[in-house]
DNA sequence: TCTAACATTAACGTCAACGTCAACCTTTGC
DNA sequence: GCAAAGGTTGACGTTGACGTTAATGTTAGA
C-alpha cells in the first residue's frame, strides 16, 4: 500500500503525531487526504517533505517561521504548473519567476554565508582538537 | 580603556543587556569583574566570545544547552592550566584530556553531519533555481 | 555635590514549539 | 459484531529564550 497513516509517517521521520499535526496546521505541510471518518492518509511524498523540514529545522537550525518561507516558494512553483492550461497573463507569470529568483537569490546566499561560519567553527574545533592530542602526547610517550 | 560596560558589549555584539546577563545566569559566559558598587567590567575577552556564542546560536542553530557543551571543554582546558603549577596527577590528567577528546570527536563528526547535510540543501536550491532560471529564459527570449 | 543616565536584582510576561490530557469517533482483528 | 487499538479535535500545560517593568542603587559630568 502507498498510504501511511500518522504512526507510521511518525515512525519514519522521528516526529511525534502531534508535531505532524502542528506542521500541517501552520501549513509547513500539505493537508493529506483523509478516510470517510476522518483519518489522514499520507503519501510517500510527505514523509519526504518531512524529513526535509527535519532537516531544516534541525541542521540549519532554521525556524518554523523560515523554513515556511522556503516552503512556500516551492508552493509557488507547483501553482504555477497547474495553471499552466490556463492562460494567465504571461507578464504576470514572468513577474512572479523573477520575485521566486530574487527570494531563492536571498536563500543561497544565506547558506553559503551559514557554511562559511561553519567551515571556521570546524577549524575552531580541529584547532582545539591538535592542541588536546598533543597534551595526551606529554602523557604517552 | 580596556574594561567595558554592560551597554557597550551590547552594542558590539548586538546582544540585549538582558541577553548578555541571562547567558552569564546560564554560565554561558565567565562571569566579569565588577567594580566596588557592583556593576560589571567586560573585557574584550568576554565581547570575543560572545560573539562566538551568538555565531553558534544564529549560524550553526546550536541550542544554549549545545552551546554549553562546547563552552565547557573550553573551560577544561583553561582550568587545566590553572592548576599546572600544582602537581595534580598525571593519570587523573590524562583521564580528562581524554575525555575532552572524546566530547571534541562528537563535536566534530556532529559539525560534519551538519554541513553534508547543508550541501544537500544547498543543491536542491540550486536545482529550484535552475528551473526557475529556465522558465525566465521561455519569457525572455 | 547633585542629578540625569545607566546598572542591578527580582519577578512576572511572552512567544514559539510542541507535550499532554480529555472526550469522542474509526478501524481492525478475532 | 465487538472490544482494543489507534485516530480526531480542542484546550490547557510546559520549556527555552528572552522582554519588560519595578524598585533601588551607582556613576559620571556640569
Known sequence: MNKYKIDDVAKESGLTKRTIRYY???????????????????????IEHLKQ???ARDVLGFSLQEIQDFVR?????E???QVYGQ????????QQLLEIQTSLDAQIRMIEQKM?????????????YTRVTDGIKKFTP
Chains 1, 2 share one sequence.
Open 79 to 81: 501553482g504555477r504548473k
Open 24 to 46: 500541517e496546521e501552520l501549513g509547513l505541510l500539505e493537508a493529506p487526504e483523509r478516510t470517510e471518518g476522518g483519518m489522514r492518509l499520507y503519501t510517500r511524498e510527505h
Open 53 to 55: 523540514i527535519v532537516n
Open 73 to 77: 516558494i516551492r508552493e509557488e512553483l
Open 87 to 94: 492562460t494567465v497573463e504571461d507578464a504576470q507569470q514572468l
Open 116 to 128: 562559511e561560519k561553519m567551515t571556521e567553527f570546524r577549524q575552531e574545533l580541529d584547532r582545539i
